[in-house]
């Protein structure tokens, strides 16, 4: 039986459309919002990574992103 998800959309203003967080658009994703992973997965039919988070941004910030993850112990 296959299982059928749905994810209401966020509409408050400054709110991100696809993780529902708050954030600069140059900004990642919410990798650990709920809403941008089954978004995400019913998408793409995985779950996503930080990079796919992170993949719209500059290679500026996927590089500081990375670099504060790691102190993290988040190795992406």
């Known amino acids: 039986m296959k299982k059928c998800f749905m994810v209401l959309d966020n509409i408050s203003p400054g709110i991100c459309p696809e993780c529902a967080t708050k954030h600069d658009p140059e900004q990642p994703h919410n990798q650990q919002s709920l809403t941008y992973q089954y978004k995400f997965y019913g998408k793409h039919g995985r779950w996503p990574t930080w ?3 992170m993949g719209h941004c500059t290679e500026e910030v ?3 992103w990375k670099e ?3 102190e993290y112990g988040i190795t992406v």
Do not use: T
């Open 51 to 53: 990079d796919d988070a």
């Open 68 to 70: 504060a993850l790691k």
């Open 62 to 64: 996927k590089q500081a």
